[in-house]
């Protein structure tokens, strides 16, 4: 029996080497100027051919995702990366394209054995089209966000019996308001491509409405108090949905489930991945998970959760552009001698009640006890971003190998109303 396979984003090293942690069986990473994010923190051809072997060793699974739509000027730059990549021996498991381009490029230049995988922001939506890129090479579609149930199901079952291909779907993350990031918004509002990976959401934003004669007039536009977010979408979570997509312990319709989120913290990362982990592992030991398990989900930060269109009812606006979060990550944790030493990623202080996350285990709450710089053994009262610390709690924890300090947080009191957005168009001669 082929269990579903697990597939987590990893923004950076850390990140990746957390979701494997945290029980993802693949990992998906890419490049800062060529896999649709343009984080500072995105993989180089070098640590690309790190992260290879890390993961190998792991004995789990790696893809690279060079997904963007290059257009001519760009083809001479990605063919450059691609040999900068088989220089350092930088072999993953699949590539993720959407391009038949870069397909090619990889083609002729890659002598090893690599896979093929078509990237969502192909829009790979009925079965006819699978085949076309089964037939071309691909050997898994990522398909659209866009598809209900009933759509993925006839999906696998038109696809002819001959035409050997996997399907990946996403399960959890941020959805586009336009047909998977194939959108110009960004690109007009702010010169941010969003097909280029630098969107800077303002799908997202608030919109008023300004009549051309009377510049700085904003009328608001109401659907609600908070105005009006007509294309805010929220973030889908199918935590609850997944045996639907699995059918039974034999036969799955798709092969692969997808967390979205490279740009995502460590801690989203780390929980979301272990939660997943989590119910999937349920699911073929013929058990339920625990809803305290599934209720993690809420302690990342998220946009109000939907089943974007898996149930052919998408909610796609929701009522403001806050994020849920009601947890903030202070830090990563090992037990050691009598201490836990803490990595710190957010300041906290003696007295301060606190939780451990980590996987697998319950979660409960202790007080610091006690605070000491991790080199020099002084005691201190508060904990600083990216210090080392040990602590010590106010009860003996010890059955953690590796865990995510966080304590309780209303984000709702930091409540920001976004800055208006500078709209970059010119304005109309009259
Ligand atoms: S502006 Fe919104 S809809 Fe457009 S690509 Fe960015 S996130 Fe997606």
Redesign the pocket.
Known sequence: MKKIELLSPAGDFEKMCDALHFGADAVYLGPKEFSLRTGDAAFTPETMAKAVEYVRAKKKKIYFALNIMPTEVMISDISQFIDELIKFNAVPDAFIISDPGILNLLKEKYKQSVGYHLSTQANCINSQSVKFWAENGIERIILGRELTLEDIRNIRKNIPDDVKVELEVFVHG?M???YS?R?L??SYFTGRN?NRGD??????WKYYLMEETREGEFFPIEENNGGTYI?N?HDMCLGKDIEKLICNKDSTIVDSFKIEGRNKGTYYVSVVTAVYRQIIDAYYNGQECAQDIIDQLQTVSHRPYSKGFLFNKPRQNVKDSIYLWNYRFLGKCLCEDDFIKVDVRNQFSVGEEVEVFSYGAKVDTYVVKSIYDYESGQPILQARNQEVVKIALDSDIRNFEYGLLRKKWDNQKKKKTPAKPQFRREKKNK
Do not use: E
């Open positions: 941020a586009c308001m336009s990031g959108c918004i960004s969003a969107c800077a959401h303002p799908c997202r294309m979408s």
